[in-house]
């Protein structure tokens, strides 16, 4: 069990922390700490505030993910999905949203617009090398195994 540290900020006054909604919800639902209503139009995006800033140990990060439910309803998504939260970041948490719907879609404060994952990330250290082994697959990429059965 990792424990995360999470602090209020003063913009969040009064909203909840993120929370799970289920039991084994993999991600925490996180509130929009906007003062006033933000309307998106469509096409437009908006980075909004969440209220609170963490401290999360150094083996984890947090993505920021979209909700399903307002991108099927609404076209609402984030734009650099998933979001990346640093172990090290101690700023504010906060959301891109794009509208990519047809209609305004207006983000009121409290309204829960995304959810947040935590991960693990494996310590990793990159070796400058001049060769590389050779595999099966060499440098085929791009649609290379075709997409029939
Ligand atoms: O959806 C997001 C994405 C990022 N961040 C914060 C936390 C993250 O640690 C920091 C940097 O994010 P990222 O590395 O994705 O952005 P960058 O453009 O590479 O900025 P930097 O040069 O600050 O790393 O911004 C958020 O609050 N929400
Ligand atoms: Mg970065």
Known sequence: ???????????????????????????????????????LAPGERSLIPTG???AMPRELEAQIRPRS???LKHGIT????????????????????INLGSEPFTI?????????VFQEVP???LI???????????AGGFGHTGTGA
């Open 52 to 54: 609170f800033a963490m």
């Open 69 to 71: 439910g307002l991108a």
């Open 123 to 125: 310590p990793v250290r």
């Open 78 to 97: 984030c734009l650099n999905t998933p979001g990346t939260i640093d172990a090290d970041y101690r700023g504010e948490v906060k959301v891109l949203l």
């Open 128 to 138: 400058e090398a001049d060769e590389l082994d050779d595999t099966g697959r060499g």
């Open 1 to 39: 069990m990792y424990e995360v540290r999470i602090k209020r900020l003063p913009g969040g006054e009064g909203l909840p922390l993120p929370e799970r909604m289920s039991e084994w919800a993999a991600g925490f639902d996180v509130h929009a700490a906007v003062d006033e209503p933000v309307t």
């Open 108 to 116: 009121r404060r409290g309204d829960r617009i995304a959810q947040m």
